[in-house]
């Protein structure tokens, strides 16, 4: 049974998660893009991070919940980018989840992060030719797009990689794991 102490200060780390993710989704927002699809995927950072430190459930709970409030701030909201959005994060939650289950002994928040992207952008694509143009001829972009994971996925995990100790300590510092 958690203590209902343990139990609020959980819910203030998802609460500080989300908030995070929510401002480095509108930080993200104004920096200039390669291409006009093209983000590098700073929430991700919120995402992985909840993986490694609350595991599968709290991390789509953040995942989600940084999409909503992400997209209603901006404008955005249940709009065909929300959607591929939504999409694409909760798969690359999972898909990340299982990757950091399965190879847990020989795969770093680096390659966890690239497979993440790889999910994120395939899920996108497939969306977006369902859901917005109607054709999968999109499907071609399919290996350009796999570069930008390894770019963009490489870039967070790094970051990730850097970050994941101090998060770690912190959260025994606060009471949890």
Same mark, same amino acid.
């Given at each position: 049974m958690i203590s209902k102490a343990l139990h609020i200060r959980k819910i203030a780390l998802l609460a500080a998660f989300? @908030?995070? =993710?929510?401002? *480095?989704f509108l930080f993200e927002e104004f920096l200039p893009r390669p291409l006009p699809f093209l983000k590098i995927g700073l929430g991700n950072i919120v995402n992985l991070l909840a993986i490694y430190t609350l595991g599968l459930t709290d991390a789509l709970t953040v995942g989600v919940m940084r999409v909503?409030?992400? #997209?209603?701030v901006a404008g955005k909201f *249940? @709009? %065909?980018?929300?959607l591929l959005s939504l999409g694409g994060s909760i798969t690359s939650i999972? =898909?990340?989840?299982c990757c950091k289950f399965m190879g847990?002994?020989?795969?770093t928040p680096f390659g966890v992060s690239i497979l993440g992207?790889?999910?994120?952008? *395939?899920?996108?694509?497939l969306l977006a030719s369902i859901i917005v143009v109607h054709n999968y001829g999109i499907l071609y972009l399919t290996p350009y797009f796999c570069i930008? #994971?390894?770019?963009? =996925? =490489?870039?967070?995990g790094y970051l990730v990689h850097i970050l *994941?100790? %101090?998060?770690t300590n912190s959260f025994a510092s606060f009471g949890v794991k």
């Open positions: 989300v @908030s995070i =993710g929510v401002v *480095l909503v409030i992400g #997209s209603l *249940l @709009s %065909p980018i929300f999972i =898909g990340m989840w847990k002994n020989f795969v992207a790889f999910f994120h952008n *395939l899920t996108q694509l930008a #994971s390894i770019i963009t =996925g =490489g870039f967070t *994941l100790n %101090p998060v």
